[in-house]
C-alpha cells in the first residue's frame, strides 16, 4: 500500500433528518424524546458517532496509530463506551476525566494525560492506574513527575508536549500552538527539556506531543507542525540518542458549523503520513470535537415569541448554562424546527434566547430561519461537542439530560438531577441551624 495516498473518505451518516414532516434523530421522532425526557434536553446518535469513529480510524489505515478521543469534548459514560467498544483509547485533562475513561472499559495502556497543570494526586493516581503516557508541558511538571513516579517505586512515560509556534488560524480563546500561550515547551527549549527527562529517575522518555489548537478547517497548519515536530524527534533520536516510541498530533479537527467547511479528514491523515514517513514508532492522535460534535443536537422548547419593534426574539427553554458557545466564543450553531418547514415558508430574522438573566444568554443572534410557534421544538444542531461537558446550574436550572439514540430505539443516558439533589449538596454553616 502506497503510505501517502489518502484513502477516499468515508461517507459520514447524518442521523438527523426529516421524515414524514419530522425531524427524526436515527429512525426515532424528536417528539417523543423530548415527551419521554422533557426539555431541554440533549440527543446523540450512536450511529453518528460510530461513523465517526470507524473513518477517523480508517484514515489512518497501514500505519501504527492510537485514536485517543479526548473525553473533553463530551465525556458522557455511553458516549465513551461506544468509542472504547471501537478500540478507542482516551485523551484525559484531570482525574475526573481518568476515573470516567476508566469506568467507561478504556483500558489504561490507551490513555494519555494532558494539560498544564496536573497535581501531585493527579500524577499518582494516573501512575496507579498504569496509564500509558503523561504528555508533560513544563519542567516543574517534568520534576514534579519524577518525584512522584519515584515515590511509588513506577517509571512514568513521559511524552514532551512541544510548542511548535505555528497560528492555527481559529479562534484566539481556543488556540493553543503558538509561542504566546501556555500550552506546551517552546521548541527551542524542548532539546534541553528532554536531556533532563532522560537524567530524571522515574521518568522514561517516549515521545514527542503537540496539539496546536481546536475547530483548525486548513491543513495547512497541521502540514507545518507536523514537519516541526518529526524534524525535531528525529534530531532527538539521530543526534541525542533518545529513543521515541511515540508521537502525539492531537486534535483540534475542524467541524461544519456556519461557513467553513469542516476539515479534510483524506487531507488531513495524508499530512500525517507524509511527515511521518518512515518514523518507527507509534502516531498518536487526540480528536474530540470531531467526534462528536455533528452526533449531537440540543432539543428545546420555544417559550415565548415576542415581537418588538426592533426584533422578534424567540425565548427557549434551553439556555447559555446548557449550551454556553454562542455566549463564550460567538459560536455559531444551526436552529431547526422539529416540524419540517412547509415548502416556501418565509424565513423570519430572529434572535433565539435563553431565560437566563444575561444579556449574553444568546442562542443564535440575527437568525433567518422558519417561523416557529409557542410550543414548538427546536433543534439545535452540532452540539455534540463542547455541549452538556460546559453546562452550568446557573440561576439553579439543573443539567439537562442526555439521550442516546441507536437503530430506533432510545435510553437516558444522564437523567435530569432533580431540584432535591441540585439543591442536596449545600449545607448551612452550624450557627445558622436554628436548636428549638
Ligand atoms: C482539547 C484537546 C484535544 C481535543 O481537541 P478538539 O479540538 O476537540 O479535537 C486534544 N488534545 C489536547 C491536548 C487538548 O487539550
Not at 96 to 109: D, W
Not at 207 to 215: E, Y
Not at 259 to 288: I, K, Q, S, W
Not at 289 to 302: F, P, S, T
Request: glycine share 10%.
Amino acid at each position: 500500500m502506497n503510505e501517502l495516498s489518502p484513502l477516499p473518505a468515508a461517507a459520514l451518516f447524518d442521523a438527523f433528518t426529516y421524515k414524514d414532516g419530522v425531524l427524526h434523530a436515527e429512525g426515532v421522532d424528536l417528539t417523543r424524546i423530548a415527551d419521554a425526557a422533557g426539555t431541554p434536553c440533549w440527543v446523540y446518535s450512536h450511529g453518528a458517532l460510530e461513523s465517526r469513529y470507524r473513518a477517523f480510524d480508517a484514515a489512518f489505515a497501514g500505519i501504527p496509530h492510537l485514536v485517543c478521543y479526548a473525553l473533553k469534548a463530551n465525556s458522557n459514560q455511553a458516549v465513551i463506551r461506544t468509542f472504547a467498544d471501537l478500540g478507542a483509547g482516551a485523551d484525559i485533562v484531570s482525574e475526573g476525566e481518568l476515573r470516567r475513561a476508566l469506568a467507561a472499559g478504556v483500558p489504561p495502556e490507551r490513555i494519555v494525560f494532558a494539560g498544564v497543570g496536573k497535581t501531585a494526586i493527579e500524577m499518582a493516581v494516573a501512575l496507579d492506574a498504569g496509564i500509558l503516557q503523561f504528555n508533560v508541558e513544563s519542567e516543574q511538571e517534568l520534576e514534579r513527575l519524577s518525584a512522584v513516579a519515584t515515590g511509588l517505586g513506577r517509571t512514568a512515560s513521559v511524552a514532551l508536549r512541544v510548542n511548535p509556534d505555528v497560528d492555527a488560524g481559529t479562534h484566539a480563546k481556543i488556540t493553543t500552538g503558538t509561542a504566546e500561550n501556555k500550552f506546551g515547551i517552546e521548541i527551542d527549549q524542548a532539546r534541553a527539556v528532554a536531556r533532563r527527562t532522560a537524567e530524571l529517575p522515574g521518568l522514561r522518555l517516549s515521545g514527542i506531543a503537540m496539539h496546536i489548537g481546536s475547530q483548525l478547517t486548513s491543513v495547512e497548519p497541521y502540514r507545518a507542525a507536523f514537519g516541526r515536530l518529526v524534524g525535531f524527534a528525529r534530531m532527538l533520536m539521530s543526534e541525542d540518542g533518545h529513543k521515541l516510541e511515540r508521537l502525539d498530533f492531537g486534535g483540534g479537527l475542524g467541524v461544519h458549523y456556519q461557513h467553513a467547511p469542516p476539515v479534510d479528514l483524506a487531507a488531513y491523515a495524508a499530512a500525517a503520513r507524509e511527515a511521518l514517513a518512515g518514523f518507527p514508532g507509534t502516531v498518536v492522535l487526540e480528536p474530540g470535537r470531531w467526534m462528536v460534535a455533528d452526533a449531537g443536537i440540543l432539543l428545546a422548547r420555544v417559550q415565548y415569541v415576542k415581537r418588538g419593534s426592533l426584533k422578534t426574539f424567540v425565548i427557549l427553554d434551553a439556555a447559555m448554562n446548557d449550551l454556553i458557545r454562542p455566549a463564550l466564543y460567538d459560536a455559531w450553531h444551526p436552529v431547526r424546527p422539529v416540524a419540517e418547514p412547509k415548502p416556501g415558508a418565509v424565513p423570519e430574522t430572529v434572535d433565539v434566547v435563553g431565560p437566563i438573566c444575561e444579556s449574553s444568554d444568546v442562542i443564535a443572534v440575527g437568525r433567518a430561519m422558519p417561523p416557529v410557534a409557542q410550543g414548538e421544538l427546536v433543534a439545535i444542531g452540532v452540539a455534540g461537542a463542547y455541549g452538556a461537558v460546559m453546562g452550568s446550574t446557573y440561576n439553579s436550572r439543573p443539567l439537562a439530560p442526555e439521550v442516546m439514540v441507536k437503530d430506533g430505539a432510545f435510553s437516558v443516558v444522564r437523567a435530569r438531577p432533580s431540584y432535591e439533589e441540585l439543591i442536596a449538596s449545600d449545607r448551612l454553616a452550624p450557627w445558622q441551624i436554628h436548636r428549638p
